[in-house]
Each structure stands twice: as C-alpha cells, then as structure tokens.
C-alpha cells in the first residue's frame, strides 16, 4: 500500500524516499505466510519469498518529466542464520549504494560505526565530475588502506576541519 501511494505520487512529479527496515525480515514474512513455489533454496527459504522484496525494492526510479523514488533499505547479516546470508546476498549488488555499518565499531563506540571497505556506491561517475571522483576515490584508498578505526578516526578528524565537501576533498593528496 505505501509503495503503490508512493508511486502515484512520483507520477504527479514528487519527489518520495521510503525507508525500509527490513529487507531480511520482509522476505522472512513472505517466507512464511506466501505461496511457496515448493523449490526451497539454501537456508529454507522459499524461491518465491524474495519476488514481492525484490519487486519493492526494484521500484525506485526517476521518472522522466515526473518526480523520483528512493527507496534506503537495511538488511541484516552476521545473525548466524543461513537464510538471513541467502536473503542479503540475493539483493547484495541490486541498489546503488550500499553502506555497511561495523558491529565491531559501534561495540567501541565509534560512530558513524561505518565499514568503508565495505560500503561505496556504484557508478559513482553518474553523480560528480571527473576530477571530484578521482578526489574521492584517493580518499577511500587512503582509508581502506588502514584499521578500520584507525579510518574512522581519520575521516573524522579530517570532517571536523572541512567546512564543505569541496574543502574535504581539496585536502586529499
């Protein structure tokens, strides 16, 4: 029902974000109360448990003379559950961004609790001119490249010296 709300109100040229938390517990309900297609797939889950997740989560578009829908979705993993593996690696790659927090980090209470290995956006030349690309691009290297709270330190300290994003990443070398 939101979704279908959200849609028409795209196609009047709005602009709508739906935040869904959670794509593993949602395909976890279709799991159980579906109509199984009678193929379970690795950890119990039913083959047709991910169609109406997927389809949801696969709504998010611009619309050409219209307006946009955004669809931020989490998803659970490391719960020690097979079908929680299935269900993330069934949709690991199918949005544009993907941002992937640290327990080990929030546990020492560094926050943004963030994992910058594993977090980055796809097609990221769509959204910056080159030269601002290839800045951030230096920036995630230098990150990657240490303990991962050994960069959120680093990122944050240079966050608190930079007024703006130009100014963070005129400051990488």
Same mark, same amino acid.
């Given at each position: 029902?939101?979704?279908?709300?959200?849609?028409?109100?795209?196609?009047?040229?709005?602009?709508?974000?739906?935040?869904?938390?959670?794509?593993?517990?949602?395909?976890?309900?279709?799991?159980?109360?579906?109509?199984?297609?009678?193929?379970?797939?690795?950890?119990?889950?039913?083959?047709?448990?991910?169609?109406?997740?997927?389809?949801?989560?696969?709504?998010?578009?611009?619309?050409?003379?219209?307006?946009?829908?955004?669809?931020?979705?989490?998803?659970?993993?490391?719960?020690?559950?097979?079908?929680?593996?299935?269900?993330?690696?069934?949709?690991?790659?199918?949005?544009?961004?993907?941002?992937?927090?640290?327990?080990?980090? +929030?546990?020492?209470?560094?926050?943004?609790?963030?994992?910058?290995?594993?977090?980055?956006?796809?097609?990221?030349?769509?959204?910056?001119?080159? =030269?601002?690309? +290839?800045?951030? =691009? =230096?920036?995630?290297?230098?990150?990657? +490249?240490?303990?991962?709270?050994?960069?959120?330190?680093?990122?944050? +300290? =240079?966050?608190?010296?930079?007024?703006?994003?130009?100014?963070?990443?005129?400051?990488?070398?």
């Amino acid at each position: 029902m939101v979704f279908e709300h959200a849609r028409r109100q795209v196609e009047l040229g709005k602009d709508v974000v739906i935040v869904l938390d959670s794509l593993t517990r949602l395909a976890r309900s279709h799991n159980t109360t579906g109509r199984g297609s009678g193929r379970t797939m690795t950890g119990g889950l039913d083959a047709n448990a991910l169609a109406k997740p997927k389809g949801l989560f696969g709504a998010a578009r611009a619309v050409p003379e219209g307006g946009s829908l955004t669809v931020i979705a989490t998803a659970l993993i490391e719960t020690e559950s097979r079908m929680d593996d299935v269900i993330f690696e069934e949709f690991k790659g199918t949005g544009n961004s993907e941002l992937r927090l640290s327990r080990g980090l +929030a546990d020492r209470r560094l926050y943004p609790a963030v994992d910058v290995a594993a977090s980055g956006t796809r097609r990221e030349e769509l959204l910056a001119d080159p =030269q601002t690309v +290839a800045a951030k =691009q =230096q920036l995630r290297r230098g990150l990657v +490249a240490l303990p991962p709270e050994k960069a959120i330190d680093v990122l944050l +300290a =240079q966050l608190r010296r930079a007024k703006t994003n130009v100014e963070l990443l005129a400051g990488v070398s």
